[in-house]
């Protein structure tokens, strides 16, 4: 069989969706079927479509549940050249770039989902049980420059791959994409959610106490032990603002790098000494956070 788009589209639709079977030995009536079940409209016609142009045969489409057609002679084809499409025994087949992304689309669209807890956590997901399939799908998605993150469900026997991060989500977007329309919105409404993590320092020394002020009241946090600190993604924003603390009102404060539980880099600038705070408070940058002495 010649792998065109049509059948590498095809393909992934079986191995997510799909199945290739025929009777039990058991059974004396014979039967083969192909089919692809989903309630997607818009990815059951691209199924439809995708399969006459290459079989040159019209499969049955049903709305709201699955195409399908009875063939021996394509049962054959397909099992001979790829073996099982059982959801344990599927392969990933070897294709070149541009086939690689048409059967990550087709694959993406039926067992991945979109998840977007605004500015907290953008992610694209798939599971499933068949670990050599998904370590054949990781790779491929490696190769066109998009970090993963596994995980594995020992209760649920799944492995779990995943997508973080705004360069990552826009390179998917960009190189593969959903055909599935929900899920096509929700991935470019992910994109849109990300904050705008550089912060803009004026260049005009009169604005800068103003910059300032907004900044504290915008993005600093206070502890109850009694010392302030921002958050940032951006190691520069940070770095900026500590230099210029320094040079502009001689506060002094402690440069930080984390990695969160999901492998995510952030920063994080402490002022942690009561004589730098109390020169925060005394320049009204940030309330009194110290309790007045009793007397």
């Not at 709201?64 to 599927?90: A, D, H, N, V």
């Not at 004026?202 to 009241?217: G, H, M, R, W």
């Amino acid at each position: 069989m010649k792998m065109d788009e049509n059948l590498a589209a095809v393909h992934a639709y079986l191995c997510a969706d799909g199945y290739v079977i025929k009777n039990p030995p058991t059974q004396k009536q014979k039967y083969y079927k192909i089919g692809f079940r989903n309630t997607n409209l818009t990815l059951l016609k691209d199924f439809q479509t995708r399969f006459e142009s290459y079989f040159g045969i019209k499969i049955s489409l049903y709305p709201g549940q699955r195409c399908q057609k009875g063939s021996r002679e394509i049962y054959e084809q397909l099992t001979k050249e790829f073996g099982s499409f059982y959801s344990w025994e599927w392969r990933m087949p070897e294709l070149d770039e541009n086939l690689i992304k048409i059967w990550l689309r087709a694959y993406f669209d039926c067992e991945g989902w979109v998840f977007c807890k605004s500015h907290q956590n953008r992610h694209i997901g798939a599971d499933c049980v068949n670990k050599i399939g998904l370590d054949k799908v990781e790779d491929s998605l490696n190769k066109l420059g998009i970090a993963t993150t596994r995980k594995f469900n020992k209760k649920r026997n799944i492995h779990r791959l995943i997508i973080y991060g705004k360069e990552n989500i826009i390179q998917f977007r960009d190189k593969i994409g959903f055909l599935h329309p929900e899920k096509a919105i929700k991935l470019n409404k992910s994109i849109e959610d990300f904050m705008v993590y550089k912060w803009t320092f004026p260049e005009n020394n009169q604005k800068i106490a103003e910059f300032l002020k907004q900044l504290f009241i915008d993005r600093a946090r206070i502890r109850k032990a009694g010392y302030v600190y921002f958050i940032s993604k951006e190691g520069s924003n940070l770095k900026r603002l500590q230099d210029l603390l320094k040079k502009r009102y001689q506060i002094y404060s402690l440069f930080y790098q984390h990695i969160n539980g999901i492998g995510t880099i952030y920063y994080e600038l402490d002022i942690n000494k009561k004589s730098e705070v109390k020169k925060l408070i005394d320049l009204e940058l940030i309330p009194n956070i110290f309790k007045p002495n009793k007397t």
